[in-house]
């Protein structure tokens, strides 16, 4: 079982940056790709960038493009994603995933492990 462990969240002014961090543990090996995805209360999960483990391959969401970049070390089990710019539109509990299998996806529901989450709050 993969295990997934955010941290980096806060509490910034609008502009500001943030670096999130994901640590996997477990059978690593098995991950295709790992995400980012955001929620706001009452709202569904949805998407934010995606990394292919071996080949570094990368998405993001259009909210986000220019923005944020996410990046992965392999050797130390670590995906990021730094968020420059930071709006008060990108307040939400941030998730880090994970995928098995050959393809990526930016539905929520297509990942297999999941992390707790961070809270990120931008004021304006």
């Known amino acids: 079982q993969v295990q997934l462990v955010e941290s980096g969240g806060g509490s910034v002014q609008a502009g500001d940056s943030l670096r999130l961090s994901c640590a996997a543990s477990?059978?690593?090996?098995?991950?295709?790709?790992m995400g980012w995805f955001r929620q706001v209360p009452g709202k569904e999960r949805t998407f934010v960038a995606v990394?292919?483990?071996?080949?570094?391959?990368?998405d993001y969401a259009d909210s986000v493009k220019g923005r944020f970049t996410i990046s992965r070390d392999n050797a130390k089990n670590t995906v990021a994603l730094q968020m420059n710019s930071l709006k008060p539109e990108d307040t939400a509990v941030y998730y880090c995933a994970a995928i098995r299998g050959g393809s990526w996806s930016s539905v929520w529901y297509d990942y297999d492990y999941w992390g707790r989450g961070t809270q990120v709050t931008v004021s304006a």
């Open positions: 990394i292919t483990w071996s080949g570094g391959s990368t």
């Open positions: 477990g059978p690593t090996f098995s991950i295709y790709a």
